[in-house]
């Protein structure tokens, strides 16, 4: 797979996708991230993450700034939702959609993180994995390690380009679709979503592009040369150093 590049600077991305008046500068925003990050109440398994995950880089190429609304799209375990909840603070709000189509189990992290009292601005929403929605318009959807999934059974599987046009609606003007997964080899299409859980970067920026997005920018911050794409992501050899693709897609004004 070819490498990738950065298509406009961090610090063009932030003013453009920043209010009047609510200007982060880029070093401002980078230590608003890692003071989240370093958070000593943070669980001890997420911490174990960070180094692998690089989410400094990876949230400060996001451009998420308190205040944001933000939907942490199949939060997993809750990992970003957590440092999304630091981030946007008091005046931001985070909502950790789960999907119908997926389990309780799929849900209980994220509710335990909705009840905690460290974490009054986050809330659980769940809804048809097509019916994509929140309850104000937001500044930020980001998914990460699940678009693949999108495409495989167990949830639905879903209309890609219904749910896709669903969040360039539930984004306002200028808001950010982050999507971040396993890349599988090129020109692969979707052959490996189920058996390998990887797809091809092409499918995903097509399917976005698609509902009426523009691709911004994309990063190499977890790309990965020595990954050839032939392993499972869970295989003991290439699990947590998957070669992974990051695209910011954003809504036109």
């Known amino acids: 797979m070819c490498g990738y590049k950065w298509l406009i600077p961090v610090t063009i991305a932030l003013a ?3 209010p009047l008046g609510q200007a982060v500068a880029a070093q401002d925003l980078h230590d608003i991230v890692a003071d989240a990050i370093a958070n000593p109440a943070r669980p001890e398994s997420d911490r174990k993450q960070d180094a692998d995950r690089k989410s ?3 949230l400060v190429f996001s451009g998420i700034k308190p205040g944001d ?3 942490d799209f199949i939060p997993g375990r809750g990992y970003v939702t957590r440092l999304f909840s630091t981030i946007v603070g008091r005046r931001g709000h985070v909502y950790a959609v789960v999907p119908n189509e997926m389990s309780e189990r799929a849900v209980a992290s994220v509710k335990e993180i909705a009840d905690d009292p460290a974490y009054p601005n986050v809330t659980v929403l769940r809804e048809s994995v097509n019916d994509f929605n929140a309850p104000e318009k937001l500044d930020m959807v980001w998914t990460s390690m699940n678009y693949h999934d999108l495409h495989n059974d167990f949830l639905g599987p879903a209309n890609l380009s ?3 046009k669903a969040v360039f609606n539930a984004l306002k003007p200028g808001g950010v679709y982050l999507v971040m997964d396993h890349a599988a080899a090129a020109d ?3 052959r490996d979503t189920d058996t390998l859980h990887r797809i091809d970067p092409e499918v995903v920026r097509k399917e976005v592009l698609a509902a009426g997005f523009k ?3 994309q990063s190499d911050i977890l790309k990965n040369p020595g990954d050839d794409h032939t392993l499972k992501v869970f295989d003991p050899a290439i699990r947590g150093k998957t070669d992974k693709f990051i695209y910011r897609f954003r809504k036109p004004l």
């Open 215 to 217: 691709l911004e920018a």
């Open 162 to 164: 219904v749910l896709n």
């Open 16 to 18: 453009l996708s920043t």
């Open 69 to 71: 609304r933000v939907a």
């Open 56 to 58: 400094v880089e990876i």
């Open 188 to 190: 692969s299409g979707l």
